[in-house]
């Protein structure tokens, strides 16, 4: 599946009255910066938070601590939870999570490559793991498209079809 770009994300979020939150640990802030890149993104984005360390997944988008400690933060569970958290407190119709690991080593059991995402919406949600080729700035990069193409594919009403389905239906 070819990605889309972030100027039809906003599109779809448009023609479905949503808004937008990101959450990103992963990404550092390079998918909500792909967003606001775009002329008129400001109906759509809410905002979004980096939360790059455990504590400030936890503290500031309510991760609970036993499910950082379980899981680790790099796992599907943490990022549909930091999702669930960014859609919560930016007030948005959608939030969209990443975390994982760039690489060169490995962290949390987890290897390079290894990109959890999630977003989540009133009455349901959706993560899954993808695992990425290259160095971290592919990985990142990847990582911004693979997240842009779950949060349009949650936006048609596509979120459990097709391609996504290597991912773990949740919520």
């Not at 690991?101 to 995402?117: D, K, M, S, Y």
Request: charged share 20%; hydrophobic share 45%.
């Amino acid at each position: 599946m070819l990605a889309p770009d972030a100027a039809s994300v906003l599109d779809a979020a448009r023609a479905a009255g949503a808004t937008l939150a990101c959450a990103e640990s992963l990404t550092g802030g390079a998918l909500c910066a792909a967003l606001v890149e775009v002329p008129g993104a400001s109906d759509v984005v809410r905002g979004g938070v980096v939360a790059y360390a455990v504590d400030v997944k936890r503290a500031v988008l309510g991760v609970p601590q036993t499910l950082l400690d379980e899981q680790g933060p790099v796992s599907e569970a943490v990022a549909l939870a930091m999702a669930r958290g960014v859609r919560d407190a930016l007030s948005a119709t959608l939030g969209v999570a990443t975390t994982g690991v760039a690489g060169p080593e490995g962290h949390g059991g987890r290897e390079p490559g290894t990109v959890c995402l999630a977003v989540a919406w009133e009455g349901g949600a959706r993560a899954l793991t993808v695992h990425l080729p290259g160095d971290r700035t592919h990985v990142r990069s990847g990582a911004v498209d693979a997240a842009l193409a779950l949060v349009h594919a949650a936006l048609e009403g596509r979120a459990d079809e097709g391609s996504w389905n290597r991912g773990t239906q949740l919520g």
